[in-house]
């Protein structure tokens, strides 16, 4: 099943590393004209000498009205991936303002902001778009010291749903992926001990952790028109961890 953007303008947050930056490669090699967004310029320059004809955006996304021009001077967006995250672990009760504000707005707050102004561009435009929303096996399993991060990902489950419900109408598609733990570097640098991945590993049926690229063509898919009747989908990418 060969899935092509041709023709697509697609916008990934968090594209420096990891998923984001693996979607972008993708999304590249499937035709869309992509525009990478990071708050790191030295991950968006790499990038960018990796895969020159990528368009980068600099800017962070805890700043409201930045955000809102970097994206509004994009142009016009057909494909929407909100991709950017952020954990800080804390046990509950020990959990600092300044850890939840900085959680909730890069992972939830950023969400609504650019789903907005992209969103609102297509109905203006009268064209077809898909959002996917990159939450977590965290919006559903409990995790100790993630209270924030599983709370912010329980909001996007949700919020994916209601964006679903109001724009679906306008033929905008909005689902949500919910990976397990992914093998990215930090993925490896964070679980590389079998102390503590052995019982996670223990409740995953298939035995093993997610990839980058099983996460990407997740996402691709539900991008695409392949997933033409799928809508306000929360897609678990967990190995069946959830199962149990």
């Not at 990038?47 to 004809?53: M, V």
Request: net charge neutral; aromatic share 4%; hydrophobic share 45%.
């Amino acid at each position: 099943m060969e899935i092509r953007f041709d023709g697509k303008r697609a916008l990934v947050t968090g594209a420096g590393k990891g998923i984001g930056r693996g979607l972008v490669e993708s999304l590249v090699k499937c035709g869309a004209e992509t525009y990478a967004l990071s708050r790191t310029q030295a991950d968006l320059e790499s990038l960018k000498a990796e895969i020159p004809s990528v368009h980068t955006v600099q800017v962070d996304l805890m700043n409201w009205e930045e955000t809102r021009k970097a994206v509004q001077n994009i142009g016009p967006v057909d494909l929407l991936v909100n991709n950017a995250g952020i954990n800080i672990l804390q046990n509950f009760l020990d959990v600092t303002t300044e850890a939840y504000d900085r959680i909730f707005d890069i992972n939830l707050k950023a969400v609504f902001n650019i789903s907005q102004i992209v969103c609102k561009g297509m109905i203006e435009r009268g064209v077809t778009g898909s959002v996917v929303n990159v939450s977590s096996q965290a919006s559903m399993v409990a995790l100790p010291a993630h209270a924030a991060y599983c709370a912010s990902k329980g909001a996007i489950d949700m919020l994916t749903k209601v964006m679903a419900l109001e724009l679906g109408p306008h033929k905008i598609r909005v689902n949500a992926v919910n990976p397990t733990i992914v093998m990215t570097p930090l993925g490896k640098m964070s679980w590389s001990d079998p102390a503590k991945s052995g019982p996670q590993l223990a409740r995953t049926p298939m035995g093993k952790f997610a990839e980058v690229e099983d996460v990407v063509n997740a996402i691709l898919f539900l991008l695409s028109d392949k997933a033409g009747m799928i809508h306000g989908s929360t897609l678990p990418v967990d190995g069946g961890r959830l199962t149990n």
